[in-house]
Every structure is written in structure tokens, then in C-alpha cells.
């Protein structure tokens, strides 16, 4: 797989090969960069460097529903996108006739020859496949073996981030991201979802509790590996038994992942989101949902100590 390779993606159409992926010091600013070899004539994963990065992805769950539509200048336009980590993979590409079968069908004039040529030429600078992110990036050169140099790492601030942090977050963002995360405060439901400012509900909670922070944890299914519901309640009465021997108040809740899977009970618990880390990975957890007052709630990964 060493042939496989990237380009940085500017606007100056003069994209700068980076063979092996990422062999030279890229400046920080860009965080996009064209998969080599990806301009085909037809669908994007015809280009084998695009079917490598694709089935690559498919392998953590990361699929794209391929897109296909009638094009100005070809009879078909093809697009796939799929998001994960700090940004993603797209492509953009069509399947285009011939210039011998334009001309014999009478669709395209030789007078205009040079203008569609030149037209040709400009789109080939916006088809292709592209990874979108410094993190995304990363993720897929290391997921195929391919050589990263230090100073990529060093320009986007990933020096020790581990190809297993970055699997992990790939695998479970998106689900992380679509779950609802609630609480019970008597007959009161709170609701919250990662992005979003917490509702003004729960900043009165805190305010009344003289707390500044939150944070939504369970000791369910460590690492996310589904377990016994004998072996999940037990882990959870341990994490309220360890909340309360700190003094910490917290309410009980419920987790609803938007693709219908079970929930994971959980506690909205008023913690320093420090100490919620710890607990967290006390119990082996891969992340946790924290906030504070008058903020969006965040997602926190729990990568162990030294990975």
C-alpha cells in the first residue's frame, strides 16, 4: 500500500505531492489533502487508492452512501462522504464521453474544442477524493501502514496520539454525538446532546447545588463491550457508592442512542470534570459527557495513561 498517497488541496491548482502520505512539512493551515491517483472517469472508487481508503473505513463502520446525478458536462456525477473525527473523506468525480464521441454525436463543435478542453482541465482540479482533517489524516495513513513523519504530527498538534486513540474515537464519535443523554430530577426530564448549550433547567440544578459543573457518567458495558446486566448493575451501584463517599450529589438517568440500541443507566453527577475523568477511567470507560454552567456539553475521551 505504499503507493498510496496524499496531496495538499489549495486553491492555487498547483497541489504539491506528498509521497508515502505525508513526507513533507505541511503548513498548519491546511487540513485537506487530495488522495493521489483519485481523478477517474466513472465512480470514485475506481481509482484503487480510493478503494483502499474506502474499504479501510468500511472496516471501523464508516460507510457512505454513494450519490449519483445527472451532470452539465457528462452523464453522470458521482459523489461519497463520510464524516468522522475532525472532518472526513469525500469524492467528487463523473463519467464523461469521449471528445471523439462528442464531436461524432454533433454534442460538442470543434470550435468550441479548446473551451471544453480547458472547461476539462479545471474540473480535474475539483474531482477526486480528498481527506478532509489533520486527525482524519492521521487516522487513515497509520490504518495503512504508511510512513508519517514527525513534523506532520509536530504542525497539527498530534505528536503521541496513538493509531487505538484515534480507532476508538473513529468508531464511537458518531454514535457518541447522536445519543440523548438524560437525567431525572423528580418528575423533571433533562435532556442533553453533545454541541448543544444545556438546557436552562439544569443550570438552575446547578445553581441550586452551588455547583459550576456536571458531567453524565455510567460504569455500563467497559469499553463499550456490551456485559451482563447481573455484571452492569453492579458496576453501577460501585460508581454511586464511590460518588457518594466523595460527597458528590448526582441524579439518575437514562442514555437514548438515536439508532434505537439499548441505554446505559447513568448519573448526572456535580463534579469537577477532572475527578469525573478519573472515575470514568476507573471504571473503563471510553469517554464521558461533561459541561459547566452556561456551556455546550462536550465530549471527553478517557484515553488511558500514556496511550
Given at each position: 500500500?505504499?503507493?498510496?498517497?496524499?496531496?495538499?488541496?489549495?486553491?492555487?491548482?498547483?497541489?504539491?505531492?506528498?509521497?508515502?502520505?505525508?513526507?513533507?512539512?505541511?503548513?498548519?493551515?491546511?487540513?485537506?489533502?487530495?488522495?493521489?491517483?483519485?481523478?477517474?472517469?466513472?465512480?470514485?472508487?475506481?481509482?484503487?487508492n480510493t478503494l483502499k481508503v474506502?474499504?479501510?473505513?468500511?472496516?471501523?463502520?464508516?460507510?457512505?452512501?454513494?450519490?449519483?446525478?445527472?451532470?452539465?458536462?457528462?452523464?453522470?456525477?458521482?459523489?461519497?462522504?463520510?464524516?468522522?473525527?475532525?472532518?472526513?473523506?469525500?469524492?467528487?468525480?463523473?463519467?464523461?464521453?469521449?471528445?471523439?464521441?462528442?464531436?461524432?454525436?454533433?454534442?460538442?463543435?470543434?470550435?468550441?474544442?479548446?473551451?471544453?478542453?480547458?472547461?476539462?482541465?479545471?474540473?480535474?482540479?475539483?474531482?477526486?477524493?480528498?481527506?478532509?482533517?489533520?486527525?482524519?489524516?492521521?487516522?487513515?495513513?497509520?490504518?495503512?501502514?504508511?510512513?508519517?513523519?514527525?513534523?506532520?504530527?509536530?504542525?497539527?498538534?498530534?505528536?503521541?496520539?496513538?493509531?487505538?486513540?484515534?480507532?476508538?474515537?473513529?468508531?464511537?464519535?458518531?454514535?457518541?454525538?447522536?445519543?440523548t443523554f438524560v437525567a431525572f430530577?423528580?418528575?423533571?426530564?433533562?435532556?442533553?446532546?453533545?454541541?448543544?448549550?444545556?438546557?436552562?433547567?439544569?443550570?438552575?440544578?446547578?445553581?441550586?447545588?452551588?455547583?459550576?459543573?456536571?458531567?453524565?457518567?455510567?460504569?455500563?458495558?467497559?469499553?463499550?463491550?456490551?456485559?451482563?446486566?447481573?455484571?452492569?448493575?453492579?458496576?453501577?451501584?460501585?460508581?454511586?457508592?464511590?460518588?457518594?463517599?466523595?460527597?458528590?450529589?448526582?441524579?439518575?438517568?437514562?442514555?437514548?442512542?438515536?439508532?434505537?440500541?439499548?441505554?446505559?443507566?447513568?448519573?448526572?453527577?456535580?463534579?469537577?470534570?477532572?475527578?469525573?475523568?478519573?472515575?470514568?477511567?476507573?471504571?473503563?470507560?471510553?469517554?464521558?459527557?461533561?459541561?459547566?454552567?452556561?456551556?455546550?456539553?462536550?465530549?471527553?475521551?478517557?484515553?488511558?495513561?500514556?496511550?
Amino acid at each position: 500500500m505504499n503507493d498510496l498517497h496524499l496531496e495538499t488541496h489549495t486553491m492555487a491548482r498547483d497541489p504539491k505531492t506528498i509521497s508515502g502520505l505525508l513526507e513533507e512539512a505541511l503548513d498548519p493551515r491546511e487540513s485537506c489533502w487530495k488522495v493521489h491517483g483519485s481523478r477517474v472517469n466513472g465512480h470514485p472508487e475506481h481509482s484503487p487508492n480510493t478503494l483502499k481508503v474506502m474499504e479501510f473505513l468500511r472496516s471501523f463502520g464508516l460507510k457512505a452512501t454513494p450519490t449519483c446525478a445527472m451532470g452539465i458536462c457528462c452523464a453522470d456525477s458521482y459523489s461519497i462522504d463520510v464524516g468522522f473525527l475532525d472532518g472526513g473523506f469525500y469524492g467528487r468525480t463523473a463519467e464523461y464521453e469521449s471528445v471523439r464521441s462528442l464531436l461524432a454525436s454533433g454534442e460538442l463543435d470543434r470550435d468550441a474544442l479548446a473551451e471544453y478542453r480547458l472547461e476539462m482541465a479545471e474540473r480535474a482540479d475539483e474531482e477526486g477524493a480528498w481527506v478532509r482533517g489533520p486527525r482524519a489524516a492521521l487516522f487513515i495513513a497509520l490504518g495503512l501502514g504508511l510512513r508519517v513523519p514527525s513534523k506532520f504530527c509536530k504542525a497539527h498538534g498530534l505528536e503521541g496520539v496513538t493509531f487505538e486513540q484515534l480507532a476508538m474515537e473513529a468508531r464511537f464519535e458518531r454514535f457518541y454525538r447522536t445519543t440523548t443523554f438524560v437525567a431525572f430530577d423528580g418528575e423533571r426530564r433533562i435532556e442533553i446532546r453533545i454541541g448543544d448549550h444545556h438546557r436552562t433547567d439544569l443550570d438552575k440544578i446547578l445553581d441550586a447545588r452551588g455547583a459550576k459543573e456536571w458531567a453524565y457518567v455510567t460504569a455500563w458495558n467497559p469499553r463499550s463491550v456490551e456485559a451482563s446486566r447481573e455484571g452492569n448493575d453492579a458496576a453501577q451501584e460501585r460508581l454511586r457508592q464511590a460518588l457518594r463517599a466523595e460527597g458528590i450529589d448526582f441524579l439518575e438517568g437514562m442514555s437514548e442512542p438515536a439508532d434505537g440500541s439499548p441505554g446505559e443507566a447513568s448519573l448526572l453527577a456535580f463534579i469537577v470534570q477532572e475527578r469525573a475523568a478519573a472515575m470514568g477511567r476507573a471504571f473503563v470507560q471510553n469517554a464521558i459527557v461533561v459541561g459547566a454552567m452556561d456551556e455546550p456539553a462536550e465530549l471527553l475521551w478517557l484515553h488511558p495513561p500514556g496511550a
